[in-house]
């Protein structure tokens, strides 16, 4: 036995790598940038949202729009919120021994398949309100407007198809991932654990 | 986020260069391809010298060495789908060398251990290759979290394959 052993530790090994404290501080360096980087954006992008909603209503430009567009601006920030609530990921301690690293991974995969299960409720839901607000809001001013105009009705038409067709994809996005995450769950319960 | 600084860096250096070998075997283990290889043990060096920081003598050095490397190793397969893995339990043999003229060599046998390793569910593929790595039964349950007993039972079932394929 301890022939195959010593085999097994003599073995040519050519990939012995050992890094330098300055590698090692440099590739730290980079992962920490890049997932600060992916969190600038996300701020970016809910910020440009608020930004351009409160200026939109500041300027007047949709004066019977006022009211579902600050709600919508609201919805954001709910959704950012929840976002960073339900899908930031716990990190687990390198050291932890084994079984409680499967532990932590079917907790983590256990609570993001809740979450993008329910996405409906806390991700498409909160956005329904201010939009079927505005959609109800633009149709009551198409009836005033379109005595004259078939063309404008085509286009209200349009957005609301449009709308339907965006948020269904967003939906089947998160079915498709909650599918796959269930699939990891399932393999993982295949993982003995004692 | 804190980096090691001083003390820890000196420890990188003197884990890296006594357990550096016995990493590249377990990365080995866990990455097939030499690429993804490579990332997989520069991830674990990394992850090793960071968790330095927390290193106070909670446990001999190689074994926190170990514990670390594995837990990246095992994160990191756990995200892929490996199938058709089994346990100890239902392995009878060790696989045959792929090329005959290696089928008594070292390189053969080694050749044989890879595969079988690659067929094990976790934590039984972890057992084994610690076995190999010569830890004792305490320091494996340490490693792996499992029981004593649950070490004891694997390493009896693993020698017995052992004994079986190279007698």
Redesign the interface.
């Known amino acids: ?1 301890t ?3 010593s ?5 040519h ?1 050519e ?5 330098t ?1 300055q590698d ?2 440099l ?2 360096n980079r992962m ?1 940038a890049r997932l600060s980087h992916r969190n600038w954006v996300l701020y970016l992008y809910s910020a440009f949202n608020i930004v351009a909603g409160l200026w939109l209503i500041a300027n007047d430009s949709f004066p019977n729009m006022k009211a579902p567009m600050l709600l919508m601006i609201v919805a954001h920030l709910f959704v950012l919120w929840q976002v960073w609530r339900r899908f930031g990921l716990g990190k ?11 532990q932590f ?1 079917r907790q983590e995969l256990e609570r993001q398949h809740h979450a993008v299960a329910n996405a409906a409720l806390w991700y498409i839901a909160p956005f329904m309100p201010a939009l079927i607000w505005e959609l109800v809001i633009w149709y009551g001013r198409l009836e005033l407007a379109t005595a004259g105009g078939a063309a404008t009705q085509k286009v209200f038409v349009l957005v609301v198809l449009a709308a339907i067709l965006f948020w269904t994809c967003v939906w089947l996005l998160f079915s498709r991932h909650a599918a796959r995450l269930m699939l990891e769950l399932e ?2 319960s ?3 654990a ?1 | ?1 804190t ?1 090691p600084h001083g003390q820890p ?1 000196t420890q ?2 003197q884990a ?2 006594e357990f ?3 990493l ?2 377990l ?2 283990v866990y990455e097939a391809d ?1 690429d993804l ?2 990332d997989l ?2 991830d674990i ?7 330095l920081a ?2 106070a003598g909670q446990c001999s050095l190689r074994t ?1 060495v170990y ?2 490397a ?3 190793a ?2 990191r397969s ?1 995200r892929k ?1 490996r199938t058709n ?1 089994v ?1 100890l339990e239902e392995i009878a043999d060790l696989p045959s060398a792929e090329a005959e003229d290696l089928a008594a060599t ?2 053969g ?2 050749a044989r ?1 890879y595969v079988l390793i690659r067929q094990l ?4 593929d ?1 057992v084994m290759l610690l ?4 830890m004792d039964a305490a320091s494996i349950g ?6 004593a007993r ?1 070490v004891a039972t694997r390493i009896h079932r693993l ?1 017995a394959i ?2 079986r394929s ?1 007698a």
Do not use: C
């Not at chain 1, 085999?7 to 073995?11: F, G, L, M, T």
């Not at chain 1, 687990?92 to 499967?102: A, C, D, F, R, Y």
């Not at chain 2, 076995?131 to 010569?134: I, R």
């Open positions: 036995m022939d195959i052993k085999a097994w530790q003599r073995q090994i990939e012995h790598t050992m890094l404290v090692l501080r590739r730290a920490r687990l301690p390198p050291e932890t021994s084994g079984q409680h690293v499967l991974h393999r993982l295949h993982v003995k004692e | 986020m980096e860096d990188y250096v890296a260069a550096g070998e016995a590249a075997r990365a080995r030499p290889r490579r043990l520069q060096h990394l992850e090793l010298w960071r968790s927390r290193f926190w514990r670390v594995h837990n990246v095992i994160s756990l789908r893995l346990s070292d390189v046998n080694v251990l569910l976790p934590p039984d972890q076995y190999l790595e010569d340490e490693i792996t979290g499992l029981s649950a020698k052992l004994a190279f």
